[in-house]
């Protein structure tokens, strides 16, 4: 039974349930009886434990409530929850939606992480941090959270042992919690053991699901879950001792346990199938077979398995309609679902509230109402402020508050600046920076600047001057004119300050003069001075400040009228009257705290008792203790403070709130308030609190306050609430019964429209036209209490305090302007508004609409307390591939393990997906205490998207799932059955197309006075150059220092190689043809032996010795090639020699095998008798082995003939003479690098001097400082040499000029290659040394491959310096279309154009080279500008593969290829690279067009991916681009998945930010979806002699898990 799936529950089983599962929380059940009913509601489905009786069997585990109910020890009866984001209905839905689908088994491979990683050493991230919750756009006002670290949660469940008591219990739970689910609209792949409490059956510590769902690994290791996790609890301890320390536990998973130490897992009784197998251990490299049948090691590839598996049926909705990107590439667009809701109520109508009612002794203005209470009864209190243990600290009366205004007003305006030049004038801007514990001080300055005329900007105090947003308020400030700033005492000492002790001037603020308020500092203002007191008016009042989405800051003017009609309104709809007593606990800078404790209550003579934030934090309990005492009737609270009170109620026994008339919730109109206000009335009713005192309101910066629910009158109508479905909220659509009960919004109507003000619901977006009655819309009101505009900008003012809604039939509904409220709701019955969220929290995904609020409330319904703070989640969205993707950021505690987050992560992916049906793009973990907090605690929300998009987050946990939510890539491309060459060739005909040929000048017609041409083998140019001219130099060897080591004249070459040759003859006894393996460094010694082989007959094969500091890798390449060239005898240098003897050789390779090994230090002194002479120029001269960067070997054989030809068409191309100097800075042991360093010398006379590469890592500048001192004028070098010098002297340029390098006599410098050319590399190298004298058209490349070494080579010939000798035009760039690359065409665009791709030409096509462009499949001719392999015909042809295999079809399809149409008849070489020919506008010097090839990518390296053609290196170019930190990249696919590596170069902990945006930016630019992200250390990524990445062995090494990576992420 064990073995087979769990029954789904019937519905009404589970209806059933939850209501158990309520009555249980109600406590109208004890916890026996809810087990007893349960176990027999569920006993029919689902197998027992043998052995276990149905009641006891939930013994030992948290109770089931919907919320986390032991958690608080809380009296059951009174039926209290601690959700504070949403009603018991939430959590309980979460827990439904992740027990609800069962249908789909699928295993998330957990991420792997480098030990390091894992354990956090900060301190700082143990301190518990403030709390508070982002969602998009919130202010940094809104604080909302819980103490972090409050120590008071427990674990669940009560049996002893730490957490092994609920994991040994084994329930019936345990079935009902597998719960893997896949929604419609996304596909869900996570699986995880999601209890309906939320505390988790934490099985052993594995990232997936607690019952290993095995079957989806190859593995198939049947294991039944109850006996799994029955064995777990014996080995508990044991485990948790044994840990391995030195590397990350194996979650691909055969078993639960997380040592590694090996466990034998008996047969369980009755599960007879579950198979007897030993556990492998981690990192045993257990081969298995992967999915195309290669044995690999089985810890990655079993990762990368699931993950394949995962993917394998990606629901995707059906395809209607494509929108063409700019381009044939379609990206899918959403159709709108026909099914969906629409709106089909009648027109809203306009909602009036009640008259404004002008009572007769209102004061006509602020100012007013302050002098007259000062005045007529100056010692009645007006403001009490707290220290931090709760006791009063000042009292402030309103005798005081006037004459100190007074004072402020006239120090203001007199006492700055000049009498003349007065620093501040009436209409002026003041800022008021003023810390959240002295409401005194403020509420002077406050008064003050209203006295003075002066307009204050309250702003928070900028605590360091890196402050998240401060910069934002900085640039409000400058707009706004701020040149002073007022504040109190303590703050001004607090501020930083410089060594001399000036304030710095913060980043991004204007300079301003600090001015401090206290009366101390203050002169008394003349008796006969009074500040002019007029009646409310037009003019400015106070400017608040408010963030936006995207960060920036806003201020709001609010005018004098505007603010007195707002006291107004609030006073007649809170019922305000004189002296009474109320306790705010909210920030009184700004929005509600500052409208009623500020404003309001100066204008009825309240007595004002101030709750700092850091007294909330000490004890959450003060505000209610004050309430108590002073028999407050008003308080005004958010639903933090309720929440804190809750968490923290049990230690108090006599509080009263019976005195309070109302409670006023400012955030009210959030989603998540209601639960706070249901428990916190649920708690306190007992304390005398009576429900009709709760009153949400509903405010924004713009609007001021927008609705406020009245204190009704006992006993009447409860208040409204609308239970909303998700679903219809997502279209915007209010239908309130849903069939789905799981997802639902609950919300509480914030009362009606404020006195004196219209309200109507407009389209959020476009004209402003009247809703529909059951659409939601944005609020708009119309009302004098209103903010006038944002300071300084008209248009955006214009969209938002002046709209004049339309109706359906488009005419304006009325003559006064409205203003937007930046709040999403409808108009309910009875005239109420809901609030269903904020404009700043809309998320369109996909076409529907998402609240960031929203999915902050399921994410936290599930298991909050355990792994993440509460209050510390932050939501917002980002653009990628063309729509919004949404990402989740929680702060981790400190004490959470890596399983436990991973596996919170994958339910949270799955609750959201469940309740709001759309799919989560990234959720990053990071540690506590690290996101950006705005001053009053929360988190800073568009600062924490900034640092996630540019990689400055550091998360410790991330994961990301683009394959579920990413639905819009375009379609794949379907291969159209291939057009036949003959049609295609007809096509070009017609078209007027050229066929895409070309060729180099035709040796035939050259004439030139070549001596070396009447000699068929190099070896008889040797002796004719010994004989002629033998003491020329031919060659010079330099060291690192610059200096000659050695040189070589022609007859002294001649000697030597004799000697050799002599040497062969005598010890190796060699005949004729044999192959003779060089090993030896770049040098002179290697040119010796390579003639000395001529001489002798052999052919020659040039290895690169092994390298001393790694054996072990490099020695075993050597001993293939010496094997697979079939090399009769060794020859070496005597270091050399004794290090292939050497005992780690041994560890390395078979010594014992290797063929004899002649050391060449010490030569016979006898000449050989006679020198061979060759007779067949179409024999072997030597043959060229090579790795090609797929990691394949190939030899290929240079014939006496094609190395003869070679020479020539090199010296024809360079105009290689002897007078001519060469340097060379290549490796000299194939292609082309070779050649230059051995043979063409030789052929054509002129002096190489040689510098061995590895020579630059001593001393960068030495090749371009031996070209300078040389005076070259043409040299040649390799990429890598070209990067060193880039990178190594980028910053010294200056120096070397001072030193004399000068590079203006080189004409050529070639870069010798074979790949597309690195155009950023020659370009940046170009730039750099341009000051040194280098001409930017000096720099070219070469283009050579396997079948022949060089096809291009391009020497310019400068202009002036060009004083003999043909001159090659410019090599010139093209820029190609990216996306037409992949679909293997060629589309030529603008530079800069989106999706371009900068191509440079190989260079000039040498003598006697033909090149062709050939379809790969059908071999035909293409036409010109058209994407096909590189086809190539000539003398210098390499003559086969020598392979000891003999495969014969590969050779002859490489070697001898015909057109299958056109021209059959001559023979051509297949390159194995992709490019294109096109005709340039330049001549050449005998006036012929000049044709261009350009090189794409070899098509071994090419990788099919969605039907489309992709070369790595376009991929790596856009993720190297994405972070400082990356400084190579490799790609490759593994069974159709793309796997990116990336080197880190920086700290670990930047390792995942790579993740997210490696992600996005290949989406972005090449519609594909990166399945696993590799981050590894600095120099990880192999690269060849010609600097060129070896992919395939990168590739082997990850799958073999050989790579030490610091992280490895699996995107779902």
């Given amino acids: 039974m064990a073995d087979r799936d769990p029954v789904p529950l019937p519905a009404e089983v589970r209806a059933r349930l939850a209501e ?9 059940i004890t916890q026996k009886g809810y087990e007893k009913k349960r176990s027999k509601l569920i006993g029919a489905f689902f197998p027992q434990a043998p052995g276990m009786d149905p009641s006891t069997g939930q013994e030992r585990r948290t109770p089931v409530t919907p919320s986390s109910s032991s958690r608080y020890h809380r009296r059951r009866s009174s039926g209290s929850r601690d959700e504070r984001y949403r009603s018991d209905v939430h959590t309980e839905a979460v827990q439904a939606a992740l027990a609800k689908h069962k249908e789909r088994k699928m295993a998330v491979p957990m991420p792997s992480k480098r030990r ?42 009560g049996g002893g042992g730490g957490g092994t008591s609920r994991e040994g219990s084994i329930s019936m739970e345990h079935w009902i919690n597998r719960a893997i ?31 290993r769902l095995a079957d989806v690994l190859a593995q198939h290791v049947h294991i039944s879950a109850h006996h799994h996790n029955r064995h777990h609890h014996h080995h508990h301890h044991h485990h948790r001792k044994t840990e391995n320390h030195s590397a990350p536990p194996d979650v691909t998973g055969y078993t639960n346990n997380t040592a590694a130490d090996d466990i034998q897992v008996e047969r369980a009784p009755g599960a007879g199938t579950a198979a007897q197998r030993q556990t492998p251990k981690y990192g045993n490299a257990e081969l298995m077979e992967t999915g195309d049948g290669v044995p690999v090691s089985s810890r990655v590839s079993a990762k990368i398995q699931q993950l394949v598996n995962t993917l394998k049926r990606p629901k995707r909705p059906p395809l209607r309609e494509f929108f063409v990107d700019d381009f044939e590439e379609l990206l899918e667009v959403q159709q709108p679902d026909p099914n969906q809701p629409k709106a089909e109520g009648a027109q809203m109508v306009l909602l009036r509230g009640e008259q404004l009612g002008v009572v007769t002794n209102w004061p006509p203005s602020l100012e007013a109402a302050l002098q007259r209470w000062g005045t007529i009864s100056p010692k009645a209190p007006c403001l009490t402020t707290m220290d931090n243990n709760g006791k009063p600290l000042y009292v402030l009366t309103y005798g005081k508050l006037w004459s100190r205004s007074v004072k402020v007003a006239y120090n203001l305006l007199h006492k700055l600046g000049t009498k003349q030049e007065p620093l501040v004038r009436p209409g002026d801007r003041v800022a008021l920076v003023f810390p959240n514990n002295d409401p005194a001080a403020f509420m002077t300055a406050f008064y003050g600047c209203l006295l003075a005329e002066v307009v204050p900007v309250p702003i928070e105090v900028p605590l360091t001057r890196k402050d998240a947003g401060s910069q934002q308020i900085g640039f409000l400030l400058g707009s706004c004119g701020v040149t002073v700033a007022l504040t109190s005492d303590a703050c001004h000492k607090g501020l930083p300050k410089s060594p001399t002790g000036e304030i710095p001037q913060f980043k991004g603020w204007p300079k301003v003069l600090w001015f401090v308020t206290e009366s101390k500092h203050l002169s008394k203002p003349p008796r006969d001075w009074f500040p002019h007191i007029k009646d409310a008016n037009q003019d400015t009042a106070y400017i608040e400040y408010k963030t936006c989405k995207d960060g920036s800051v806003l201020g709001v003017t609010v005018m004098r009228i505007a603010m007195l009609t707002h006291c107004q309104a609030l006073t007649q709809s809170c019922s305000y009257t004189e002296a009474e007593t109320i306790v705010n606990v909210l920030d009184f800078k700004k929005d509600v705290g500052l409208w009623h404790a500020v404003l309001t209550s100066v204008m009825n003579m309240m007595h004002v008792i101030s709750i700092p934030y850091a007294l909330m934090k000490v004890n959450p309990l003060s505000w209610i203790q004050k309430v108590c005492q002073n028999k407050a009737k008003v308080a005004c609270v958010k639903s933090r403070d309720m929440h804190w009170a809750l968490v923290a109620h049990r230690e108090q026994r006599d509080i009263s709130l019976s005195s309070l008339r109302m409670l006023v919730v400012a955030d009210g109109s959030n989603p998540w308030s209601i639960s706070s206000c249901d428990a916190f009335l649920n708690v306190f009713q007992t304390k005398g609190l009576k429900p009709e005192v709760i009153c949400p309101c509903a405010s924004s910066p713009e609007a001021l306050t927008v609705a406020l629910r009245r204190p009704v009158e006992e006993g009447s109508d409860p208040p409204g609430r609308g239970v909303l479905s998700m679903q219809g909220l997502s279209h915007g659509v209010i239908r309130v019964d849903s ?63 002046e709209v004049f809604p339309v109706s359906n039939t488009g005419a304006p509904i009325g003559e006064f302007p409205f203003t937007r409220t930046g709040l999403l709701g409808f108009i309910g019955p009875a005239g109420l508004i809901f609030v269903a969220g904020k404009m700043d929290g809309l998320m369109v995904v996909g076409g529907r609409q998402h609240n960031a609020d929203d999915i902050v409330a399921t994410a936290l319904a599930v298991e909050p307390m355990k792994f993440v703070y509460r209050g510390r989640i932050a939501v917002f969205s980002i653009t990628v591939l063309h729509d919004e993707r949404i990402v989740v950021v929680a702060e981790q505690r400190p004490d959470s393990t890596e399983e436990d987050s991973f596996q919170w992560m994958s339910r949270v992916l799955q609750a959201i997906d469940g309740i709001h049906q759309v799919g989560v793009y990234c959720l990053a973990l990071v540690p506590s205490n690290t996101l950006p907090k705005t001053p009053l605690g929360g988190i800073h929300l568009s600062e924490t998207k900034q640092l996630f998009l540019e990689g400055a987050l550091h998360p410790c946990n991330v994961l990301m799932c683009p394959h579920t939510c990413v639905t819009n890539l375009p379609k794949p491309r379907q291969k159209q059955p291939e057009i036949g060459p003959a049609s295609v060739m007809v096509g070009n005909l017609v078209s007027g197309k050229r066929i895409a040929q070309a060729s180099g000048r035709d040796l035939a017609q050259i004439e030139d006075n070549d001596q070396a041409r009447k000699f068929l083998f190099l070896s008889e140019v040797l002796q004719w150059r010994a004989q002629t001219t033998p003491d020329h130099v031919l060659y010079t060897l330099l060291n690192s220092r610059g200096t000659i080591a050695s040189s070589l004249t022609c007859v002294q070459l001649h000697k030597r190689a004799e000697k050799i040759a002599g040497m062969l003859a005598e010890r190796a006894h060699l005949q004729d043809g044999d192959h003779v393996a060089l090993v030896y460094p770049p040098g002179i010694d290697l040119i010796v032996a390579f003639y000395g082989c001529l001489y002798a007959g052999c052919v020659p094969i040039t290895v690169r010795p092994p390298h001393p500091q790694n054996i072990a890798t490099t020695l075993p390449t050597v001993k293939m090639i010496v094997e697979v060239s079939r090399s009769v005898c060794v020859m070496t240098t005597q270091l050399i020699c004794k290090l292939l003897r050497s005992k780690e050789a041994s560890a390395a390779v078979d010594v014992r095998t290797w063929p004899p090994v002649l050391d060449t230090d010490d030569l016979p002194k006898k000449k050989p008798p006679l020198l061979y002479k060759p007779s067949n120029p179409d024999t072997l001269a030597y043959m060229d082995f090579s790795v090609s960067t797929t990691g394949m070997l190939a030899g290929v054989k240079m014939s006496h003939t094609a190395t003869s030809a070679f020479c020539r068409s090199i010296k024809l191309q360079c105009e290689l003479y002897p007078s001519r100097e060469v340097a060379i800075c290549l490796d000299p042991y194939c292609g082309l690098g070779f ?33 300078s001192q040389y005076k070259v004028r043409d040299t040649f070098c390799s990429y890598s040499v070209m990067e060193l010098c880039t990178k190594g002297l980028g910053l010294q340029t200056e120096l070397l000029k001072s030193r004399g390098l000068d590079l203006s006599r080189v004409r050529t410098c070639v870069v010798v290659a074979e790949e597309r050319p690195r155009i950023a590399l020659t370009q940046s190298f170009s730039k750099l040394f341009k000051d040194l004298g280098l001409h930017p058209r000096a720099v070219s490349t070469s283009f050579g491959c396997r079948v022949n070494l060089a096809i291009c080579l391009q020497p310019h010939r400068l202009g002036k310096l060009a004083d003999q000798g043909t001159s090659g035009p410019d090599p010139t760039t093209v820029f190609v279309d990216m996306r037409a690359l992949r679909h293997d065409r060629v589309r030529l665009v603008e530079r800069g154009s989106p999706h371009s791709l900068p191509l440079m030409e190989s260079g000039k096509i040498l003598p006697g080279v033909r090149i062709i462009i050939a379809n790969p499949e059908t071999k035909g001719p293409m036409g010109e500008s058209h994407l096909g392999e590189i086809w190539v015909h000539s003398g210098h042809n390499a003559s086969g593969y020598f392979t000891v295999y003999g495969d014969e079809a590969l050779q002859s399809d490489h070697f001898n290829s015909r057109l299958s149409f056109g021209d059959t008849q001559t023979v051509w070489a297949r390159t194995g690279y992709l490019g294109f020919l096109r005709r340039t506008e330049l001549t050449d010097a005998s006036g012929e067009r000049h044709d261009a090839l350009y090189v794409v990518g070899a098509l071994e390296e090419a990788m099919e991916l969605r039907g489309m053609r992709y070369h790595p290196i376009d991929i790596e170019t856009s993720v190297i681009r994405t972070h400082k930190s990356i400084t190579e990249c490799a790609v490759f696919t593994w069974t159709n998945l793309l796997v990116v590596v990336v080197e880190l170069d920086g700290s670990e902990h930047e390792a995942l930010d790579l993740v997210p945006l490696v992600t996005n930016v290949v989406l972005e630019e090449h519609y594909l979806i990166v399945g696993v992200v590799v981050v590894v250390d600095i120099g990880v990524i192999p690269i060849n002699s010609r600097g060129e990445k070896q992919r395939m062995h990168l590739r082997d090494g990850f799958l073999a898990d050989q790579l030490d990576p610091i992280y490895v992420a699996y995107n779902m």
């Fill in 20 to 28: 158990l599962e309520l009555e249980l929380s109600e406590g109208d």
């Fill in 116 to 157: 390091s990683l894992v354990v956090q050493t900060s301190m700082d991230a143990y301190t518990p941090p403030d709390t508070s919750s982002g969602s998009e756009g919130e202010g940094p006002g809104d604080a909302d959270g819980e103490e972090g670290g409050d120590g008071e949660e427990e674990d669940g469940g």
């Fill in 181 to 211: 689910h896949g929604t419609s609209s996304t596909t869900t792949t996570t699986s995880s053991t999601a209890s309906s409490s939320s505390s988790s059956t934490r099985s052993g510590g594995s990232g997936a699901a607690g019952g």
């Fill in 739 to 801: 069939e789905e009960k799981l997802s639902v919004l609950t919300l509480q109507d914030v009362g009606s429209v404020m006195p004196g003000g219209m309200m109507c619901v407009v389209k959020p977006e476009g004209v402003p036209q009247l809703c529909k009655t059951d659409e939601i819309g944005e609020l708009c009101v119309c009302t004098v209490a209103t903010g006038t505009s944002y300071y300084g900008l008209a248009g955006m003012t214009k969209n938002t305090f």
């Fill in 1235 to 1267: 050649v230059l360093w051995c043979l063409c010398s030789v052929y054509s006379g002129h002096q190489s001097i040689l510098i061995p590469p590895a020579e630059l890592e001593v001393n960068p500048a030495l090749w371009l400082s031996v070209v």
